[in-house]
């Protein structure tokens, strides 16, 4: 296994790490799967349906503690410790986003304009999350601030049915931008700075010089994506197989200690 600081360094090189098969995430899998099911059936959470039924958003659906257990069932020491690693302290767990894709993913999502929904299709949604889209102005602003991305697969599914994509090394391009957007502002003012204009161009850039990946993994593994690495959802491919749910990811982004001032930094 590589070193605390050989993996360090290749986080902040690739900006994703991929972490082999643990027993205690796997058992976090497998009850987050029971939960995850219970809350993409319930009532209250029809609305995180999507993209005619293809898609279950399920933002915070997860009914997980601050550690991030579920049901009494943790993430499990091994996956806590390397995480510790690349970012020391951790901070409190959100209830964690439970995504469910379908055969037949991306259908257009309502109120969705044709060009945003070729988008979606051609360029898997790609975006850098906590980026917030005003759709009647077209204003993009940095108003959520998460320390990483932990996906963890929660059951079966092949590597076609709508993986993970990111474009490997984009935090490089992707946070100077953001951060030079900012620059010609006072840091109060920078949660209502307008950054559309850069982000597209950086977006651009990221993809006509970062390498495009889909990232498959199963339950009992786990991936990290920096905060600023550009990342989507590929569509439903040929051959693609799952359970009759569909795929299901959790994924936790717990918030940033310290605000945008230290989320902007690299």
């Known amino acids: ?48 349906w999507q993209c005619q039924n293809t898609w279950f958003v399920g933002v915070d659906a997860l009914d ?36 469910i894709i379908k055969e037949g993913y991306p259908k257009p999502r309502e109120g969705e304009t044709e060009a945003a929904f070729g988008y979606r299709l051609r360029r898997d949604a790609a975006h850098v ?6 759709r009647e102005t ?5 108003d959520e601030y998460h320390q990483f991305i932990l996906g963890l697969p929660l059951n079966p599914a092949n590597a076609a049915a709508s993986p993970m994509v990111l474009w490997e090394g984009s935090h490089h391009i992707m946070q100077p931008a953001l951060a030079q957007a900012l ?3 006072p840091q109060d003012a920078w949660p209502n700075v307008d950054i559309a204009q850069p982000y597209k161009a950086a977006r651009r850039e990221v993809f006509d010089r970062c390498t495009r990946l889909e990232l498959a993994a199963k339950p009992g ?36 200690a310290g605000g945008i001032q230290s989320w902007i930094t690299f």
Do not use: T
């Open 221 to 256: 593994e786990a991936y990290v994506i920096h905060r600023h690495l550009l990342h989507g959802v590929a569509p439903w491919g040929q051959g693609a197989s799952a359970d009759p749910e569909g795929r299901m990811i959790a994924y936790f982004r717990p918030e940033m």
């Open 183 to 185: 620059a010609d502002h």
């Open 138 to 142: 077209s204003a993009r602003v940095c």
């Open 129 to 134: 999350d906590g980026l917030r889209l005003n």
């Open 64 to 99: 997980n503690a601050a550690d991030g257990s579920i049901d009494g069932i943790g993430l499990g020491e091994g996956l806590l410790a390397k995480l510790r690693g690349l970012f020391n302290e951790l901070p409190p767990f959100h209830p964690a986003q439970v995504s």
């Open 1 to 48: 296994m590589a070193s605390e600081g050989a993996l360090v360094a290749q986080f902040h090189k690739k900006g994703w790490l991929r972490f082999s098969f643990d027993a205690d995430v796997a058992a976090w899998a497998a009850a987050a799967r029971v939960a995850g099911l219970r809350a993409a059936q319930d009532a209250k959470h029809a609305y995180w």
